[in-house]
């Protein structure tokens, strides 16, 4: 009979637990070393810089205001860690003011050169010709100055409620006829129209030439001022509270709501400043007070505010050998020839791996569901899709069809409530029948079903993702998708349906796990039912972010157990591995490349009867406890092998991308590099390195090489690839790699064809 797992020594010791925060804000350092990175082409570390900054964005919006409103509103409570509001504020200072002082140390010696010897130049004024300085004053007077409005800010005129995330302009004037004096000195400010493009194109020589917007304004500044004279101009952005505080019990009707509390949220609490960083004192002083900031909350900045404005030139056609790679998502064997989808899915599950194999399929799942007058139903959830989404257009022409179409539409999905809102309504006005979910809780869940009659008896088609129904993410994001035709998992999609639309009573799960209704619960007893099984345990778990305090002490109960633990987290990880007698057995790793790893993937050994889970979960106290998620198993062999053994089997051999994570919360490249040898067999001899093997690029390979072989070969629901399984290791260190499969070393500069990726927008 196996052991009760033991219990974790101290479990409530902060030392166990790494800061929420601060571990986000290593994940953007990873991100922020991918921008440093010689090796990446010139426009991905462009498209880095790009994506650190509306990183930041996001979490001073959320994340800081968070912790600004827990200091003044006195609240006590700490998270795992130890560290109170105060304590986690003064830590993220240190660690932001150094991200972003490194992040325009990359742009300004690195990037910005970089882009201007391929021929983008970013012109300022005094890198103007007079033919340049005529054609920009044309375009000011026709275009910027009538929607210009300059704001004194003086006893008459209190300061304006400037708009989160607003660019603005700083302007210190005194009247022409006075001696320039500080105190006669007065400050104005003058917003930069956010309905104008930032990056204005400039005529001149080179492949583009452009000149930012504020830039152009400040130039022009003293027209805005008659009888004033412009003593300096300064550009400056504010960051507010984002986040949205809603109590449904009181909200009659959510979707007016939320509509009313996004024009409320614009005007937030400020939460940072960010500004120009060679602006008088005064000025500092001046807005800091005005925005009632500490000294902390103010970033200068030593070159264009915002980076991730200038994400459109990474799109730009005459750049793309300074791109990756060119690659195509492929589509899969069994979806490469068929009349008949629905057909193909009855046969076989299928498993596709976005974005190297093609989300379109997923598209036309929905649009022949939509087309198809068997088709009865058409049930889906929507957490994020794209604009003009193609999913939204087959919805509405299936309930123009006369099915029964209902669409979960989740209005809270962050910083995408607006067009969640205009998507609700315009399939509102199609005949879809809508529904905004259960009351407090976000479906965060990806379930379609579709019901189809053949013959005499009603047949239901499932489709599961880890990723949202959005094609414009799914072509950066690694997700996994899974058609089936199973009656059980058919129950249980439809049984979920009928939750979230319905009062129907929580069912008893036939295949699913359901949060908040126990998924927390069964991850636990999988975690701990390996902990039983001592050293023959073995974990394998693939998520963005591992906060869960009760997960983690089953994670750590395993450990002592020795269990092995391999876990690959994206982002935010608590958990600290490695700690002597603790977490001794867990190895954590994070990869950070071209494409956004997003998918949940969760493995355990089960004394051989292995079990393979994929979700749309991370192991989080907010996936758990305010989110409607759902977990599945994959029982198809062949799939379960591939996910094993294909994609977290070079998940875990990743030595180029991967980052190892340290019992102190410091992560180290795990990158290698060929070690030549000093002879075969002579004594001495120094053991070659094992060769470079990125994974993403090893994924396009493997794809790619489906894709060609096409539909013959063997193997079941699309596991054309069994490699050997990840093995059991009796102690910790790196993962050993199992597989001579490798990846050439990615060249520095490869040509790319695709267009630039949007900023990675939250998840």
Not at 35 to 42: H, Q, R, S
Not at 192 to 221: N, Y
Not at 258 to 267: N, S, V
Request: glycine share 6%.
């Amino acid at each position: 009979m196996a052991a009760k797992p033991p219990v974790v020594s101290d479990p409530a010791n902060a030392r166990l637990f790494i800061n929420r925060e601060l571990s986000w804000l290593g994940f953007n350092e990873r991100v922020l070393e991918e921008a440093c990175d010689p090796t990446v082409p010139l426009v991905e570390r462009l498209k880095f810089l790009c994506i650190v900054a509306s990183n930041l964005d996001e979490f001073f919006m959320v994340r800081v205001a968070g912790l600004k409103q827990q200091l003044s509103g006195n609240v006590a409570e700490t998270p795992p860690d130890g560290l109170t509001a105060a304590e986690q504020l003064a830590a993220i200072g240190i660690r932001a003011h150094a991200m972003v002082a490194e992040q325009y140390r990359a742009w300004r010696q690195d990037v910005a050169p970089g882009i201007a010897e391929a021929g983008i130049r970013l012109l300022r004024p005094q890198d103007l010709t007079p033919e340049q300085k005529s054609h920009l004053s044309a375009y000011f007077a026709r275009e910027v100055w009538p929607v210009l409005t300059p704001l004194a800010v003086d006893s008459g005129h209190p300061f304006p409620m400037l708009r989160n995330r607003s660019l603005n302009l700083a302007i210190l004037i005194h009247r022409e006829r006075e001696k320039v004096a500080r105190h006669e000195t007065m400050v104005a400010v003058v917003q930069v129209p956010s309905v104008l493009p930032r990056i204005t194109e400039v005529p001149g020589a080179g492949r583009f030439s452009f000149m930012l917007l504020e830039d152009l304004i400040a130039m022009h500044a003293g027209d805005l001022f008659p009888g004033f004279h412009v003593v300096g101009c300064s550009p400056f952005r504010v960051t507010r509270n984002f986040d949205l505080s809603i109590d449904e019990d009181e909200a009659d009707d959510l979707l007016k709501t939320i509509q009313k509390e996004l024009r409320r949220r614009e005007r937030g609490s400020a939460v940072r400043l960010e500004i120009a960083h060679d602006t008088p004192a005064e000025v500092v002083t001046f807005l800091r007070a005005a925005l009632r900031l500490e000294a902390d909350d103010v970033y200068l900045f030593d070159g264009p505010l915002h980076l991730a404005d200038f994400l459109p030139i990474c799109g730009r056609e005459d750049l793309r050998e300074y791109r990756d790679e060119p690659f195509s998502p492929q589509i899969v064997p069994p979806l490469q020839e068929y009349e008949d989808i629905f057909r193909v899915i009855a046969q076989r599950d299928i498993l596709l791996q976005h974005p190297y194999e093609s989300f379109e399929d997923v598209v036309e799942f929905i649009s022949e569901a939509a087309a198809d007058p068997n088709v009865l139903a058409i049930k889906q959830t929507l957490y994020r899709t794209s604009a003009d989404s193609p999913i939204i257009r087959s919805l509405i022409r299936a309930a123009e069809n006369g099915k029964q179409v209902t669409a979960v539409v989740e209005l809270k999905a962050r910083f995408d409530e607006a067009p969640n809102i205009q998507w609700a309504r315009t399939l509102e006005d199609a005949g879809v029948h809508v529904v905004y979910g259960l009351m407090g809780l976000k479906t965060h869940c990806k379930v379609a079903l579709v019901v189809r009659r053949e013959g005499n008896r009603i047949k239901r088609y499932v489709h599961l993702s880890t990723g949202n129904y959005n094609p414009s993410t799914a072509r950066i994001y690694g997700d996994l998708s899974y058609f089936t035709a199973r009656d059980a998992y058919a129950d249980d999609a439809g049984a979920l349906f009928n939750l979230l639309t319905g009062y129907s009573t929580p069912p008893s799960w036939k295949k699913f796990a359901v949060a908040p209704l126990g998924l927390q619960e069964r991850i636990i007893a999988l975690i701990d039912r390996e902990a039983a099984l001592g050293a023959k345990g073995r974990i394998i778990a693939k998520m963005n972010a591992l906060v869960d305090g009760p997960v983690i002490k089953a994670l750590y109960r395993a450990s002592q157990a020795g269990a092995s633990i391999d876990l690959v987290v994206r982002g935010i990880c608590c958990l600290r591995p490695g700690v002597p007698g603790i977490s001794d057995n867990i190895r954590v790793v994070s990869i950070v490349d071209r494409f956004l790893e997003h998918a949940r993937i969760f493995y355990f050994e089960n004394g051989g009867k292995r079990e393979v889970y994929l979700s749309s979960a991370d192991w989080m106290p907010r996936n758990f406890q305010r989110r409607v998620e759902a977990m599945f198993p994959i029982e198809d062999e062949g799939l379960r092998d591939r996910v094993l053994n294909e994609i977290l089997g070079i998940a875990l051999e990743d030595n180029v991308k991967a980052r190892r994570l340290g019992p102190d919360g410091v992560y180290t490249r795990t990158r290698v590099e060929p070690v030549a040898t000093n002879g075969s067999n002579g004594a001495g001899a120094k053991p070659a390195s094992p060769p470079p093997l990125r994974s993403q690029v090893r994924f396009m390979e493997l794809a790619r090489e489906k894709a060609q072989a096409g539909p013959t070969l063997p193997g079941a629901g699309g596991a054309y690839h069994v490699r050997t399984p990840p093995g059991t290791r009796a102690a910790p260190g790196p993962s050993t790699p199992t597989s001579t499969a490798s990846s050439p070393a990615p060249a520095p500069t490869p040509p790319a064809a695709a267009p630039a990726p949007p900023s990675l927008p939250p998840t």
